[in-house]
């Protein structure tokens, strides 16, 4: 009776283990990277392309498995059609034509992979970097704050097909699940601008959206203009670029996420992991619209450097979130590790109770950074400090490496970038 009674003691323990090594940062018993991620994307071969996709596509198509697609040029799907991504397709992005498809409004995209047979989108030349294709970008009528409550996208795109936002937040754009991209966030040919991995704009609730792992963009990995849009479970692996990137009023929850940042790969127009913002000119924005507002719970930021202090010093690892004026985060629960310093918002912000109730950081875990909340341009952080240290918040300040804070850091492969429970129990 007495081993018996050690043996479920003993379960019980592992159980409860188990469940608090996922309180904070990206959770799961299990770890959810594994089978459909890549971390060595320029390692993959894949063949060559057999098809082509090019031009317009108007009417309800499939893509199979068995064939490998070139994305030449501007692929726009039109007239209400679907396109529709076998499991385990993969589409190349042309270089010299810098291939990007867009899901144009009333359009939808079905890539439904599988954790074992995801679909990958990737760049056709034989050595691979960020920005050698443009992405995927999908529009829907979801509300925006412009005034008119539409906008259009340049990119060097044709306008009669770039338009979005509108009145349905329920907007369904389709399925992106277990999907990979590779390599995108080309520059634009008229303007400094860059295409991202993945754009949504004006897109609505019903479009499902979880699984994506963008490695290596040259723009932004993912950016949300506008909409109402729930994330799930991404991946933003040694972006250019933001990671995460949120504008024009959109309303969206963000959980359970990852955004691995490396100190050489950076962009003089900002690259952080959580970029919030209401609007990119004042003078646009309608306020009478709702506002930017991000909730993201359970997000693990992490910053790859193997030399922390001596690449801060060195001026290669800027903050890791940034919110600007007008526009709300709450933040719950989140990993953010080795960033200089966490948080900074925008210089245009009072510290003021009105401000504070849109700006919340609960149960985080800030580790390794060189301070953690300040106001833009202001080394004087002591309100910030005060308010976001009352026990009340329950953050948590500790100065671990990379190596002992997470459970397989150092894994190339299969890398496990869940938060060890001994650095929650031990932290002060």
Same mark, same amino acid.
């Given at each position: 009776?007495?081993?018996?009674?050690?043996?479920?003691?003993?379960?019980?323990?592992?159980?409860?283990?188990?469940?608090?090594?996922?309180?904070?940062?990206?959770?799961?018993?299990?770890?959810?990277?594994?089978?459909?991620?890549?971390?060595?994307?320029?390692?993959?071969?894949?063949?060559?392309?057999?098809?082509?996709?090019?031009?317009?596509?108007?009417?309800?198509?499939?893509?199979?498995?068995?064939?490998? *697609?070139?994305?030449?040029?501007?692929?726009?799907?039109?007239?209400?059609?679907?396109?529709?991504?076998?499991?385990?397709?993969?589409?190349?992005?042309?270089?010299?034509?810098? $291939?990007?498809?867009?899901?144009?409004?009333?359009?939808?995209?079905?890539?439904? @992979?599988?954790?074992?047979?995801?679909?990958?989108?990737?760049?056709?030349?034989?050595?691979?970097?960020? @920005?050698?294709? @443009?992405?995927?970008?999908?529009?829907?009528?979801?509300?925006?704050?412009? *005034?008119?409550?539409?906008?259009?996208?340049?990119?060097?795109?044709?306008?009669?097909?770039?338009?979005?936002?509108?009145?349905?937040?329920?907007? &369904?754009? $389709?399925?992106?699940?277990?999907?990979?991209?590779?390599? %995108?966030?080309?520059?634009?040919?008229?303007?400094?601008?860059?295409?991202?991995?993945?754009?949504?704009?004006?897109?609505?609730?019903?479009?499902?959206?979880?699984?994506? /792992?963008?490695?290596?963009?040259?723009?932004?990995?993912?950016?949300?203009?506008?909409?109402?849009?729930?994330?799930?479970?991404?991946?933003?692996?040694?972006?250019?670029?933001?990671?995460?990137?949120?504008?024009?009023?959109?309303?969206?929850?963000?959980? &359970?996420?990852?955004?691995?940042?490396?100190?050489?790969?950076?962009?003089?127009?900002?690259?952080?992991?959580?970029?919030?913002?209401?609007?990119?000119?004042?003078?646009?924005?309608?306020?009478?619209?709702?506002?930017?507002?991000?909730?993201?719970? &359970?997000?693990?930021?992490?910053?790859?450097?193997?030399?922390?202090?001596?690449?801060?010093?060195?001026?290669?690892?800027?903050? %890791?979130?940034?919110?600007?004026?007008?526009?709300?985060?709450?933040?719950?629960?989140?990993?953010?590790?080795?960033?200089?310093?966490?948080?900074?918002?925008?210089?245009?912000?009072?510290?003021?109770?009105?401000?504070?109730?849109?700006?919340?950081?609960?149960? /985080?875990?800030?580790?390794?950074?060189? $301070?953690?909340?300040?106001?833009?341009?202001?080394?004087?952080?002591?309100?910030?400090?005060?308010?976001?240290?009352?026990?009340?918040? *329950?953050?948590?300040?500790?100065?671990?490496?990379?190596?002992?804070?997470?459970?397989?850091?150092?894994?190339?492969?299969?890398?496990?970038?869940?938060?060890?429970?001994?650095?929650?129990?031990?932290?002060?």
């Amino acid at each position: 009776m007495k081993i018996f009674t050690q043996i479920i003691a003993l379960s019980l323990l592992v159980s409860y283990s188990a469940v608090a090594q996922q309180e904070k940062g990206i959770t799961g018993l299990n770890n959810w990277l594994n089978n459909w991620t890549e971390f060595k994307a320029n390692k993959v071969e894949y063949a060559e392309a057999n098809q082509i996709l090019a031009g317009n596509i108007s009417a309800n198509t499939k893509l199979s498995k068995r064939n490998i *697609y070139q994305l030449q040029g501007n692929v726009y799907v039109t007239n209400n059609a679907v396109l529709t991504i076998e499991p385990g397709t993969v589409i190349i992005g042309d270089f010299d034509s810098k $291939g990007t498809l867009i899901i144009t409004k009333g359009a939808s995209l079905i890539a439904d @992979g599988l954790e074992t047979d995801p679909i990958v989108f990737t760049s056709n030349r034989g050595l691979r970097k960020a @920005g050698d294709w @443009g992405g995927i970008i999908m529009l829907g009528d979801a509300p925006i704050n412009k *005034y008119g409550g539409v906008s259009s996208l340049s990119y060097d795109l044709n306008p009669a097909f770039t338009s979005f936002g509108g009145t349905n937040p329920s907007h &369904n754009g $389709g399925i992106l699940r277990f999907v990979r991209i590779e390599f %995108a966030g080309a520059k634009t040919t008229n303007s400094a601008e860059k295409f991202n991995s993945l754009l949504l704009g004006g897109v609505g609730n019903k479009t499902i959206l979880e699984n994506i /792992m963008i490695s290596f963009s040259g723009g932004d990995s993912f950016e949300v203009h506008g909409g109402e849009v729930n994330l799930n479970q991404l991946v933003s692996f040694k972006s250019s670029n933001s990671d995460f990137k949120f504008n024009y009023g959109a309303q969206c929850n963000i959980n &359970n996420s990852l955004a691995v940042r490396s100190p050489f790969l950076s962009s003089k127009f900002g690259s952080r992991c959580l970029d919030v913002a209401s609007y990119t000119k004042k003078e646009e924005v309608d306020f009478t619209k709702k506002q930017t507002l991000v909730i993201a719970t &359970n997000l693990t930021l992490v910053n790859s450097s193997e030399n922390i202090n001596a690449d801060i010093e060195s001026g290669l690892i800027k903050e %890791a979130i940034y919110v600007a004026e007008n526009s709300s985060l709450q933040c719950k629960r989140t990993v953010v590790s080795g960033f200089n310093p966490a948080v900074i918002f925008d210089n245009k912000i009072e510290v003021n109770d009105e401000n504070l109730k849109k700006l919340k950081f609960e149960a /985080m875990y800030f580790n390794n950074c060189k $301070g953690n909340l300040f106001t833009e341009d202001n080394i004087n952080n002591e309100d910030l400090e005060s308010w976001y240290g009352q026990s009340a918040f *329950y953050n948590v300040y500790s100065k671990g490496n990379n190596s002992e804070t997470f459970i397989d850091f150092s894994n190339d492969r299969r890398p496990d970038f869940r938060l060890q429970l001994s650095k929650i129990t031990a932290a002060k």
